[in-house]
């Protein structure tokens, strides 16, 4: 009797720590995919938010234009750190074949090299470095 007791004991406590185990995983993963988003744009606030909407229309009065493909580390690291796609549609051309026809065409016939992410301002290719405050420097953001 006394060895089935145990017993029991043994097997709650098993199905006690797989609760915890489970439960925690679910946390984590619900806390991880709350910090993802999910419409193209980086998570800013308010007045970040604004302050890249005018650095990027001010890019785009100043004929910037980004060349890139979305499977491109590079790429998805600079147009993040510009807010995210939705933000830099003005001035984005996806090359890739997830682009649409028309951007794959323009792509084609305007980008220079064959690198990606291809930076160009008033048509020349840009060779500074690849950060939205050296950009601004550049095209007098």
């Given amino acids: ?8 004991k043994k097997r709650i406590m098993k199905k006690e720590i797989l609760i915890v185990l489970i439960s925690t995983i679910v946390i984590t993963g619900v ?4 910090d ?5 744009s980086a998570d800013l606030s308010g007045s970040q938010l604004r302050e890249m909407e005018e650095l990027i ?3 785009d009065e100043n004929n910037l234009v ?16 510009l ?31 064959n ?3 291809e930076i160009q301002i008033d048509g020349e290719v840009y060779h500074g470095d690849i950060d939205p405050e050296s950009l601004a ?5």
């Fill in 115 to 117: 690198y990606v992410p």
């Fill in 66 to 81: 980004i060349y890139g493909s979305e499977w491109c580390p590079a790429c998805t690291s600079f147009v993040e750190s």
């Fill in 31 to 34: 806390v991880f995919l709350s």
């Fill in 1 to 8: 009797m006394l060895e089935l007791k145990y017993y029991n």
């Fill in 36 to 40: 993802v988003t999910t419409d193209g």
């Fill in 83 to 113: 807010g995210g796609y939705d933000l830099v549609e003005p001035i984005y051309v996806e090359c890739s074949d997830l682009g649409s026809d028309e951007e794959q065409e323009r792509c084609l016939e305007e980008a220079k090299t």
């Fill in 137 to 141: 420097e550049e095209v007098g953001c």
């Fill in 57 to 59: 229309e001010c890019f």
